[in-house]
């Protein structure tokens, strides 16, 4: 199995509203990611979990949580979030190798936020 | 701090043409260097890698990636493109002391003719 697999495709919520991303991937990969990607841009990184710890936060703001129950999991948890939050949300896993360590992306989720 | 150019926004190529897409990077020392294919509201597809050893580099779907140290390029080519190609393409590297970080250029927009 060499998929990504990321949960649900759309999403429409409210700035009220709490909702969660869900990553799945069954390579045996160390290393999970959370990107971030506005239209007509390449993404932008948001977390990093190596061995389901967070190593990477590019300080993100607070009302984005990942967690990363275990080393097929990952899931980013959304709270109070705003429109210009809307964006397409990339999960991506890697065996963890410094350097050489090709990452495999999942479709995305797309959000909308009302 | 490395970083990733890529030179062209947009590239229109008739179908059955060839099709070169430029990427330089910029770093003291060699990065690893990625080349992605994202289909509209598709996640991103890896196309090929360099990490050392022989500069030209074959990948999927008929692309391959020359590694020019001179130029700090590493440009991607296609001798002749099909409908299909049309697509946004990332080139990305990756340093070892940055951990599992990928930088991404701003990304190249390809539109096929008939």
């Known amino acids: 199995d060499t998929e990504v697999t990321q949960t649900p495709k759309h999403l429409v919520m409210g700035m009220t509203n709490k909702k969660s991303l869900k990553c799945e991937q069954h390579?045996?990969?160390?290393?999970m990611y959370w990107y971030k990607q506005k239209a007509k841009k390449p993404p932008e990184l948001m977390f990093v979990y190596s061995y389901e710890k967070l190593s990477i936060n590019e300080s993100v703001p607070s009302r984005f949580s990942p967690e990363c129950p275990n080393s097929s999991l990952l899931n980013l948890h959304l709270h109070a979030l705003q429109p210009e939050d809307s964006a397409l949300y990339l999960c991506a896993s890697s065996q963890d190798r410094a350097g050489r360590d090709e990452q495999f992306f999942g479709p995305g989720t797309r959000l909308t936020v009302l | 701090a490395q970083s990733v150019t890529q030179p062209d926004i947009h590239i229109t190529v008739s179908e059955g043409a060839s099709l070169e897409l430029r990427c330089n990077y910029s770093y003291g020392a060699t990065p690893y260097l990625f080349w992605y294919v994202q289909s509209p509201g598709q996640g991103l597809q890896l196309l090929l890698k360099y990490f050392s050893g022989d500069t030209l580099v074959q990948g999927i779907k008929g692309f391959e990636a020359e590694f020019k140290r001179s130029q700090s390029s590493f440009n991607l080519r296609k001798p002749s493109v099909h409908w299909s190609d049309a697509a946004e393409y990332f080139c990305?590297?990756?340093?070892?002391?940055?951990?599992?970080?990928?930088?991404f250029g701003g990304g190249t927009r390809v539109l096929v003719k008939p």
């Open positions: 390579m045996g990969h160390r290393a």
């Open positions: 990305a590297s990756m340093i070892k002391a940055a951990g599992n970080k990928l930088t």
